[in-house]
């Protein structure tokens, strides 16, 4: 893959996790007083999404791009679940715009660079076979 398309995508999804972050960071302390667990939620996969961002930012990480898609992904799940069956406790109605609508397109933005980034990388070479002598005569 070019170079420049690599570097498309790792400023592409760094800017969507930096989003989703922001919109979730927005929204904690009202969800902080009104179910406790899904503010802390909030702010841990917001944290999370800062240091992928970060770690995409200055070093392209493999680690922060694995990290932005599962805590992308988890948020996408927890959104789809709590407007459907529920969550413990919890049960939102609608989008929420403009936050819901917002998020839920940052963290399709991430999966989507995500998936472009890994379908493209560098195909990783087996390990040669260590060859071992074996004594003669036997």
Known sequence: MHSRTRAALTGLAACCAVVSAVVHLVIAPEHLEEMPYIGILFIV??????????GLALAN?????????????????????SRTVGLPSYHEQGWDPPYGLLSFLAEVGFLLAFF?????????????PVRTKVPAGR
């Open 45 to 54: 996969g917001s944290v999370a999404l800062l240091l992928a961002a970060a």
């Open 61 to 81: 990480s493999v680690l922060a791009w694995w990290v932005g898609a599962l805590v992308s992904g988890g948020m996408i799940l927890g959104f789809a679940l």
């Open 116 to 128: 472009a980034w890994y379908g493209t990388r560098p195909a990783r070479t087996p390990a040669a």
